[in-house]
């Protein structure tokens, strides 16, 4: 089973922008626009932050936002803050009612 | 409260079995689709199964399919995740997902707290 490329870092100073990628195939990223973006803490469940590409729920601050390129998502923090150091992680549909996550992004905030 | 708590865990041999459960309360249970996601000590996310509203349809990852299998009962709120032929590899947290939101698909905006399975001998 297939796992979604992320960076396994990524930092950035407080104020600063940060952008994460998450690159997989014409399959799956390139092919639906179901890619998702997670914010994890240590001990913690994930929690959702973009879905379907660059849709944010209810509550998720303006500074996270989404966007696709080819096969390539990617997750902006604008705005860093300290509160932002945390895991992220992609998810993408891949057909045939599969679902792929990404390796995960350590994000520091410095 | 809207909530999912999953229960079952421990700490088993390799090739043994074990069913997890996951009890949902706070929503109309029976309308939403239900996941499993795993995740390995140290490690990322894996999705394991999905199971449809009705339970019709269920489907899993390709590292345990054959060796899981996803069920729910709708009159008792609760999912679960039987889990047979054990091995080390499938040592993780095992968290409960669904999405109640939006009609959207494939996303999850509702975790429980993850129940742990370590597969030692």
């Known amino acids: 089973q297939s796992v979604l490329t992320q960076p396994p870092s990524a930092s950035g100073s407080p104020g600063q922008s940060v952008t994460i990628s998450c690159t997989g195939t014409?399959?799956?990223?390139?092919?639906?626009?179901?890619v998702s973006w997670y914010q994890q803490y240590p001990g913690k469940a994930p929690k959702i932050l973009i879905y379907?590409?660059?849709k944010r729920p209810s509550g998720v601050p303006y500074r996270f936002s989404g966007s696709k390129s080819g096969n390539t998502a990617s997750l902006t923090v604008s705005g860093l803050q300290a509160e932002d150091e945390a895991d992220y992680y992609c998810?993408?549909?891949?057909?045939?009612?599969?679902?792929?996550f990404g390796g995960g992004t350590k994000l520091t905030v410095l | 409260q809207v909530q999912l708590v999953e229960s079952g865990g421990g700490v088993v041999q390799p090739g043994t079995s074990l069913r997890l459960s996951c009890a949902a309360s706070g929503f109309s249970f029976s309308s939403y689709a239900m996941h499993w996601v795993r995740q390995a000590p140290g490690k990322g996310l894996e999705w394991v199964a999905v199971i449809w509203y009705d339970g019709r349809n269920k489907y899993y990852g390709d590292s345990v399919k054959g060796r899981f299998t996803i069920s729910r009962d709708n009159s008792k709120n609760t999912l679960y995740l039987q889990a047979n032929s054990l091995t080390t590899e499938d040592t993780a947290l095992y968290y409960c997902?669904?999405?109640?939101?939006?009609?959207?698909?494939?996303?999850?905006?509702?975790w429980g707290r993850g129940t742990l399975v370590t597969v030692s001998s």
């Open positions: 014409s399959s799956d990223v390139g092919h639906y626009n179901y």
């Open positions: 997902a669904t999405q109640i939101s939006s009609q959207a698909d494939w996303y999850f905006d509702l």
């Open positions: 379907e590409v660059n």
């Open positions: 998810s993408s549909y891949a057909g045939s009612n599969n679902l792929l």
